[in-house]
């Protein structure tokens, strides 16, 4: 069965940098976008961009450009979201999600907070 | 950029029919798509290209578009179906969500 694992909980300080995995597995990982998405608490979902893991290309929200890098390692089916100059307000939950005609598979979200 | 508008919030009573909307310029010419989320759960995909159900999803949930307007209906509600709701489409390689709706069912 389709599953994307993510990695864990991270509390972050201001100006850090924070890089969330998602491992998947049950179908063939080039075969699908891998998208990231967050919730701040109070909040709707945020898109934050995007990455074919086949071709190598992103697409990223205009609000993370500069500060957001997506990568993949397809020897062991697994992406990366990395943000870095974080601030109080990235405090969110982070999802990676499987793109096939919608996102179809959820990972079950990492929480990161960014506090001094 | 490309917005699309939801309600903050609809109430429905149990069993009965609640609908919730997504206004979005030309949305009739994308693919919108629905998705549930619970508190402290991942977001559920509910409903694809404006109308299709995957596997799995009670067919309480129906989808719809016409013109700039896409709309979940769920009939027959029931109080689990207590939740936020978010709608979302393609524009420009750019995934965009509706800001949610919360779903009381009281």
């Known amino acids: 069965q389709v599953q994307l694992v993510q990695s864990g909980a991270e509390v972050k300080k201001p100006g850090a940098s924070v890089k969330v995995s998602c491992k998947a597995s049950g179908y063939t990982f080039t075969s699908y976008d891998i998208i990231w998405v967050r919730r701040a608490t109070g909040q709707g979902l945020e898109w934050i961009g995007g990455m074919n893991p086949y071709s190598g290309n992103t697409d990223y929200a205009q609000e993370f450009q500069g500060r957001v890098t997506m990568t993949i390692n397809t020897s062991i089916s697994t992406a990366y979201m990395e943000l870095s100059s974080l601030r109080s307000d990235d405090t969110a939950v982070y999802y990676c999600?499987?793109?096939?005609?919608?996102?179809?598979?959820w990972g079950q979200g990492a929480l990161v907070t960014v506090s001094s | 950029s490309y917005e699309l508008t939801q309600p903050p919030s609809v109430s429905v009573s149990p069993g009965q029919t609640a609908s919730i909307t997504c206004s979005g310029d030309?949305?009739?010419?994308?693919?919108a798509c629905w998705y549930q989320q619970k508190p402290g759960q991942s977001p559920v995909l509910l409903i694809y290209q404006d109308s299709k159900r995957p596997s799995g999803v009670p067919v309480r949930f129906s989808g719809s578009t016409s013109g700039n307007t896409a709309t979940l209906t769920i009939s027959g509600t029931q109080a689990l179906d207590e939740a936020d709701y978010y709608c979302?489409?393609?524009?420009?390689?750019?995934?965009?969500f509706g800001g949610g709706t919360k779903l009381t069912v009281l």
């Open positions: 999600a499987r793109w096939a005609a919608a996102l179809d598979y």
């Open positions: 979302q489409a393609w524009d420009s390689s750019t995934v965009v």
């Open positions: 030309k949305l009739e010419y994308k693919y």
